[in-house]
């Protein structure tokens, strides 16, 4: 109902749009009207208001979609070709943000098919530069608040969570899709909104009425919310991946990935048995070594944590894999997380109480966030063309190549056990990436997925009774590409430490690869090839349209 409501827009709303839009200062244009552009897309990209929520409703995405194409029109009237390779990236990075939403409003339509598009309170950061999956405009961010709040925050939370009504009774016309695991799972997540309302509530009992009725204001409207969700779900019949023709377009073209989705599958089903082979070796090689044992107390898992961090820092540093500044310390030892017993650790959980680092070298997403803030890239694109995901390749990648990396480099040589952990948590993320895929393609149901990521993970360690199942499928379906990115990326950089390393030859070193690396952005490793080594062929052409 809403693609056919953006197509009967178009026509009529390109012209007059294109009035509303300035061409560019020349026809060749220069780097400076890249940057321009970048900014009016920014402005553009957010929608406006409407009854003080953002509005997705069907007639204003039809403009909206129009006036894309003006956008996109305008990107192709500059002729990058004669600029420095740097601003040629930055030119491919702001025509993936103008694909992604091309993207969303043709295919993905999370506002229409997705009823977890709808929450806004979120609780925690996320380890990656944006959210990840599909979010609206107007989230409430709980995590940048100190509690007791201050006078001034209860207020801006207070206006914050006004949206909340006026958002969800705009979801009820919005949501016309009929994606069925997608409305089913949104509404788990919708009533998680409640809990997290409802725990709000219990924090801020003494921070004034206006943040108490702002409050039950919003819990008032997701509980009814939720309600509605459950009785349209039985109506809900149809698949909810998006087809293995679209999955591809948006992995080339907005993700910047050069791969298809058979591809990937075969990708994946090859690093899904060098896991599982790799896993039976170690265990081959350590035949007699003592079993590994799990932290069993809070004060024994707050010292082995800890007590990783620092060998892991100072082993990093030692043997030169990259630059070490203190800051990255603080940003890894505040996301250590606290003590979980046996019996409600999911698989993260049973990972990191046998040896911390097969999980913290994961947290290469904190170093991240750390380099973000105090080593910011100087292109304001890459600082912040971060719509769709773009860099799941780049953030996902190298927090899952990293896990590899040190295995390989000796840091588990004193302790053998822990490679096989390495193994096993490779295997998961083939597993859940795999799933993802045949869930995309609609050969899989949700259910389907889940059953395969649990058979295929090693030792049981994946239980389909424990929330994380649910939240990573559910996640990989409302986000086409993200399941597999883990791995695909870590693919894209073996495959540029090859071509880099065969550039330099003998003045190659892990250490000048990944301060590069880490120098280029947070952007696809497409383009951070380009950036490291002048071949820009891993960059998918653009499409046919353009």
Known sequence: MLHSALTRGLNGLVLSTALLVTAPASAAGTYDDLVGLFREWQAFERPALRDGAPDYTAPTLARKHAELRVYQSRLAALDPAAWPKEQRIDYELVR????????????LQPWARDPAYYQSVWTEMSDTPEHEGPAHHGLVELWTYSFPLSRSDAQKLARELRVVPPLLAQARGNLTGNARDLWLTGIGTMQGQVDSLDDLAGRTRSSGAELRRSIADARKAT??????????????????????????????????????????????????ARSHASLRFEEQRNRGLPQLTAASSPEEWDQRANAAVTKYLAWLKSKDILGVD??????????????????????????????????????????????????????VIRREAWLNNVWDSRAEGTAT??????????????????????????????????????AQANLFDLQQAKAFQVEWTPRGWMRPDLDLLGFEQQLYLRQPGYGTSYVTGKHLLDELIKDRSHQLGDAFTLRRFFDEFNAAGMMPVSLIHWQLTGDASRVPAPPATD
């Open 326 to 379: 203190d800051y990255l310390d603080p940003a890894l030892r505040e996301r250590i997380g606290p003590y979980a017993p046996p019996e409600t650790r999911n698989f993260f959980g049973i990972a990191s109480h046998y040896e911390p680092i097969t999980l913290f070298a994961h947290f290469q997403h904190w170093f991240d966030h750390a380099w973000l803030k105090h080593a910011p890239n100087p292109s």
């Open 223 to 272: 509980v009814e919310f939720v309600a509605w969700l459950q009785a349209q779900a039985p109506s809900k019949t149809g698949p909810s991946g998006v087809g293995k023709k679209a999955y591809d377009w948006n992995l080339r073209h907005v993700h910047l990935v050069p791969l298809t989705w058979d591809q990937e599958v075969m990708l994946l089903q090859r690093e899904l």
């Open 401 to 438: 190549a990293m896990e590899e990396i040190i295995l390989h480099a000796g840091y588990y040589d004193d302790n053998p056990r822990a490679r096989e952990i390495v193994w096993i948590m490779l295997a998961q993320r083939c597993a859940r990436g795999l799933a993802s895929l045949y």
């Open 96 to 107: 993936a943000q103008m694909n992604g939403l091309d993207f969303d409003l043709r295919v």
